[in-house]
């Protein structure tokens, strides 16, 4: 992760490595206890510097062809920005079809985009992307757990940005 960061998780999720977990290119994975039907809901977080002026639709659409390119389809279910101009966010509900582990799921992703400033360089910014994917049938159930470790994400004391 290009800027540290510290978030808390409810007390039933639990993290595990990127590696276990089979994605070894994100920075955090945290697991639902309860998987629905063999499929455990699950929240990763990673970020990337972004000199580039691209804006935080632009940067969500990306990761939507990303995925084209991963799953069986893909719909922006629901976009919408948050935040301030000083602290921008973004958030998008995407719904997927795809083969997990050779099943067939339909799930739904809730993804938040959060940009990060350097106090002492406002023309570098980080961005964080945080990603809740669980089953289409629990991701109602555990969206509200996602909220509240996305209300906790801060740069730890030795990052040098401001949100």
Known sequence: MPVPLELQLPDDWRAVS?????????????????????????VTVDSAY?????????I???SVAHL?????TVHVAGRREVGSAGAPGLTQTLALT??????????????????LLDLHDPDRRVVVRLALTATAA???????DFRTIVATVRPTSEAQ???
């Open 68 to 72: 084209r390119g991963c799953v069986e």
């Open 60 to 62: 969500s659409d990306e």
């Open 50 to 58: 972004r000199p580039d002026a691209a804006r935080l639709a632009d």
């Open 161 to 163: 940005v401001d949100t």
């Open 98 to 115: 795809a083969v997990v582990n050779g099943v067939h799921r339909e799930l739904t992703q809730s993804q938040v985009y959060l940009s």
């Open 18 to 42: 990127p590696e276990q977990a089979g994605v070894p290119d994100i920075a955090f994975v945290a697991l639902h206890p309860r998987p629905d039907d063999g499929f455990a809901a699950n």
């Open 138 to 144: 629990q991701h109602d159930d555990v969206l509200k």
